[in-house]
């Protein structure tokens, strides 16, 4: 679980902050902690971290909602590895 509470302490601090290389500190922390996590639970990690972001998204407006829908993005990508 420590990867896991990383990885969501890092989106909520760089959706909060909104800043401008986010997106692209999003993926490495989304990759480091899939790095970190054993595969077959890739994807029930992937949907706690989505869940995560969009309540967090739900709380945030303008560039900061923009920033959480292209890590949801971001995280529905990979998770269509699992489809």
């Known amino acids: 679980m420590a990867h896991l509470d990383k990885c969501l302490d890092s989106l909520r601090s760089l959706i909060a902050e909104a800043h401008a290389n986010g997106i692209q500190m999003a993926e490495k922390a989304i990759e480091d902690f899939l790095a970190a ?28 909602r923009s920033l959480a829908d292209l ?10 590895a699992f489809e």
Do not use: W
Request: negative net charge; without cysteine; aromatic residues 2%.
């Open 71 to 80: 890590v949801n993005d971001y995280i529905e990508e990979k998770m269509r």
């Open 37 to 64: 996590t054993p595969a077959s639970a890739h994807k029930e990690g992937l949907e706690s971290v989505q869940q995560a972001v969009q309540t967090h998204r739900d709380d945030v407006t303008g560039v900061h």
